[in-house]
């Protein structure tokens, strides 16, 4: 056991916590919006901590920490332009803006205001199906965080009977995350998700800071330089011989920022929590402040851990924890424990508690979250349009609950029996593309193209899905069986896209298929003109606090409205300017490498002062966004106790 009772007492401090949050908030959950939306009473400070917990699992800190060890300071370089991309769709309102002007509860009811019920179903179905496939290796992941971490015994023995820790265990946090979900529905996930983030962002500071002063800075860069040649770990233009994450996949994920965002609807319930455009397009500005600092983070940690056990001088401190890896059977679950196996040996009682609980804040957070998203899509935008009328408000609830269970048997079930044969993200991105291939397309054709079509839509989705599915065939299934069935063609075909396509890959030439695809049939089928100002409340459809109208003139291209007090102004341009900032080291970079060339010695100096921003940042958000969200926490109760519900309001299209 690599805990000490100081550990245990911290975490259970922060669950008994989030309980009372929990328990508290429950009275004010009185509608179906209430569960699904938080009545859209939600300030930007609570949208944006929330949000960003609620994508930062333990899975998603488990696979990066598993990138970051395999490509260190490297992959920080090519994530920079992650950076102004995001201030740059956050900025504009890309997607978001438009979205929550149409006023839809989930992705799939626009689908059905945009094009039809019928394609909503599809829809809805293809993106629950995907979305429960993907979070299926979440429990897994988490649970073996702890036990690793925790030093728990494989096995225990209660009231004569041997008991597997990891399926009890795994078994127990998921029921605690039922609990969270059930009890308060979006009003609970973001509250006890706002404070979840914070803790997280503390945490990580914290953390950190210790790791630097306990490994120290020279151990770490010796370390990162021992690197073969092409495989460099401080030099992100020495990487020609890296696999898998690779100059390739980043370039692929800065398409995939505009392409699929908001597609994805692990969180879609803070897509529709805002209490106005305005308020979401502002909780997307100040989450990329947020994420800069959590970015750099996050892989300071992994990075440190793995220099200590990479480094000779501290071998004999790393001991014990290489011998613990080396029995790990299954390498890509190796490679996933390698920075909490070493994290266990590098931190000391009290900050092992702290990280443990900043690890079960994140379990929670996410679940929580991708439990209520994957459950209610399920309800919202398959069985609603299906049955073709609207429940009762209490049946409604009753279903959602239902659906959100059998979620989590699912995942419960698919986490015992998979075992995991490729990294964390690139799974993602593999089971991730069956949705997301064809989703991009339909979404930024159906929010800003008059032109595009039903039969657009459908096209798109059926291409991206079908090309995804024999992408995933391509990648996932064993070649040499396929060639000794007789099938040697498909078998070559297999083996040769094995070794030159990854799943990013794959789900890029996904993309493209569909964006040609709803272009092409856009085309081809005669139409009207869509009517959007009926779909985005504008105009003579406009309701009352959410008509504001984007300017004409003067500051139109940057997207300043009167909506902006001072304070957005301000933030609005510290936000353009800090978007440059990243956007000019970027480019200097490569020109300075083009022109001088660069070394690891070189690239040491740069982390260096890199991470002490990313401290400094962290520490100033950190107290930043607790004020602000405190703030909009007593705004959004004094909302929901003086709310009039609308039963309708329930996501349910009906004719006007």
Partial sequence: MN?????????????????????GSRHHMKSVADFLAAGRCA???????????????????????????????????????????????????????????????TLAQFFEMRYSRNFRIFAGFVA???????????????????????????????????????????????????????TGGQIAIILTDFLQGLVTLAILVITVGLLLSKVEWHNVTSALMTAPPGESLLNPFDMEKATGFNTRYFLILY????????????????????????????????????????????????????????????????????????????????????????????????????????????????HNSYLHSWGSIFIQDVVMPLRGRPFTPKTHLLLLRLSILAVAVFIYLFSLKYEQSQYILMFFRITGGIYLGGAGAVIIGGLYWKRGTTLAAWAAMLIG?????????????NAQKVIEMGHGWLGQAMLWTQ????????MFICSLLAIAGYIVFSR???????????????????????????????LSLL???????????????????????????????????????????????????????????????????????????IDMFARLRTMTRDETDDGMVRDS
């Fill in 3 to 23: 805990l000490q009772l100081v550990d245990w007492v911290i975490i259970g401090s922060l669950l008994a916590l989030l309980i009372a949050i929990t328990l």
């Fill in 43 to 105: 300030g930007r400070y609570l949208i944006c901590v929330s949000e960003g917990a609620a994508g930062l699992g333990a899975i998603t800190l488990v696979a990066f920490w598993e990138m970051y060890a395999q490509r260190g300071f490297t992959a920080v370089w090519w994530n920079l332009p992650n950076w102004p991309i995001l201030f740059i769709i956050a900025l504009t309102g890309w997607v978001a803006y438009r979205f929550r002007q149409t006023r839809a509860l």
């Fill in 128 to 182: 629950f199906l995907c979305g429960v496939i993907n979070f299926g290796i979440f429990p897994a992941v988490g649970t073996r965080f702890f036990i690793y971490f925790c030093g728990l015994p494989s096995h225990f023995e209660f009231a004569g009977v041997e008991w597997s820790t990891y399926a009890t265990l795994m078994g127990g946090l998921l029921l605690l995350c039922l609990f969270f979900t059930f």
């Fill in 255 to 366: 398409f995939a920022w505009f392409y699929n965002w908001m597609a994805w609807q692990g969180t879609q319930g803070f897509n529709a929590s805002a209490k106005s455009p305005h308020e979401q397009r502002m909780a997307k500005v100040l989450g990329t402040w947020r994420y800069f600092a959590q970015e750099l983070l996050i892989p300071i940690v992994a990075i440190c851990a793995i220099a200590f056990l990479m480094h000779p001088e501290l071998f004999p401190s790393a001991a014990n924890a290489r011998d613990a890896l080396d029995a790990i059977e299954n390498e890509k679950i190796r490679s996933q424990m390698s920075v909490p196996l070493a994290l266990s040996r590098l931190l000391p009682a009290g900050l092992m508690g702290g990280l443990g609980a900043m690890m079960l804040a994140a379990f929670i957070s996410n």
């Fill in 465 to 477: 899905a079908i090309a995804s599915l024999i992408g995933l065939f391509l990648l996932e299934f």
């Fill in 499 to 506: 070794a030159n396509i990854t799943g990013q890959d794959m």
């Fill in 524 to 554: 081809v089928q005669p139409h009207r003109p869509f009517d959007f100002d009926r779909l985005l409340h504008r105009g003579q459809y406009a309701q009352d606090g959410e008509a504001i109208e984007m300017p004409k003139t003067g």
């Fill in 559 to 633: 997207r300043v409205g009167p909506e902006y007090t001072r304070f957005d102004k301000l933030i609005y341009l510290a936000s353009m300017l800090w978007m440059v900032m990243c956007g000019v080291i970027f480019v200097i970079g490569l020109v300075w490498h083009k022109t001088w060339g660069t070394t690891a010695q070189g690239w040491a100096a740069f982390w260096y002062y890199l991470v002490w921003l990313a401290m400094i940042m962290g520490s100033i958000i950190l107290v930043w966004f607790a004020v602000g969200g405190i703030r909009d926490m």
